[in-house]
């Protein structure tokens, strides 16, 4: 059975840092591009933000965040990471990590919070 799991949201004031974890199983990890997706507001449509290639080659960043988030994966604990940093209040949202490039099956979420 394919498992993702976020972790590592909160809530932040601007210009605060998290860094997002996406525990895997269930899956060649290691052979699998993989991406972030957000939410930011219920109805609204998914925001792919990042992704990374199998061997941490091959980035994208939407330039929303581009400069401001970071993406990394260690294939030995199967794990992705979404380091956040300069955060303002329109990164909140319910973030996803996801299997592929783009779209993919996703997790079941952590929510970003950016709130003074």
């Known amino acids: 059975e394919v498992q993702l799991v976020e972790s590592g949201g909160g809530l932040v004031q601007p210009g605060g840092s998290l860094n997002l974890s996406c525990v895997t199983s269930g899956f060649s990890f290691a052979l699998s591009d993989m991406n972030w997706v957000r939410q930011q507001a219920l109805g609204k449509e998914l925001e792919r933000v990042s992704?990374?290639?199998?061997?941490?080659?091959?980035?994208y960043y939407a330039e929303s965040v581009k400069g401001r988030f970071t993406v990394s994966r260690d294939n030995d604990k199967r794990t992705l990471f979404l380091q956040l940093n300069s955060l303002k209040t329109e990164d909140t949202g319910i973030y996803y990590c996801?299997?592929?490039?783009?779209?993919?099956?996703r997790g079941q979420g952590t929510q970003v919070t950016v709130s003074s």
């Open positions: 992704a990374i290639g199998s061997r941490s080659i091959n980035l």
């Open positions: 996801a299997r592929g490039w783009s779209g993919g099956q």
